[in-house]
């Protein structure tokens, strides 16, 4: 397995991301990383009582927000594509539980007759048991919407970003 770090400064930009931004000192903080031959965006996540919606265990819409930034990743990593979630599901299964480790992992499941990205991805505890499993579809931004999002186009290749 080799693994792939992935910043968004390699596209020329910071974002503050609440979920994977190393400066953010309010966000988690979390380290994305891209295994090209397993098709699979990774990241391991302990979070602390900051984000818990009960005392032992993490708040339902910071799992979802963990979920949400993995696909977009993999949309990013896998498709090539800067998208936006157009929609998302979710199923919780076990508690995700303050102070233990887990890996959140997405992928790319497809594309849409429209082209839009369909997505997955899955909190696991380290005995691999899903804890909290998503599906979403994904909208590629257009080089216009990519400007309006990041501020400017963040690569050359105008196909990376949309149509």
């Keep these: 397995m080799t693994l ?29 990383f891209a295994d090209d031959e397993a098709g699979t965006v990774i990241a391991d996540l302990t979070l602390d009582d900051r984000f818990s919606g009960t005392p032992r265990y993490v708040h339902g819409g910071v ?15 896998l498709a090539g594509r800067f998208a936006v979630t157009r929609s998302t599901s979710a199923r919780f299964r076990r508690p995700v539980r303050i102070g233990r480790p887990y890996r959140v992992e997405a992928r790319l499941a497809g594309r849409n007759g429209d082209g839009s990205l369909a997505l997955s991805a899955t909190v ?40």
């Design 63 to 77: 799992t979802l927000a963990v979920l949400d930034e993995a696909m977009a990743w993999a949309a990013i990593a």
């Design 124 to 163: 696991a505890d380290p005995a691999g048991r899903p804890c909290v499993e998503a599906t979403a579809e994904f909208v590629p931004l257009s080089a216009a919407r990519a400007r309006s999002a990041i501020g400017r186009v963040a690569v050359d290749d105008a196909s990376f970003v949309g149509d």
């Design 4 to 32: 792939r770090r992935l910043d968004n400064r390699t596209w020329g930009f910071e974002s503050r991301c609440f979920v994977c931004d190393p400066a953010n000192r309010s966000g988690l903080r979390l380290a994305f």
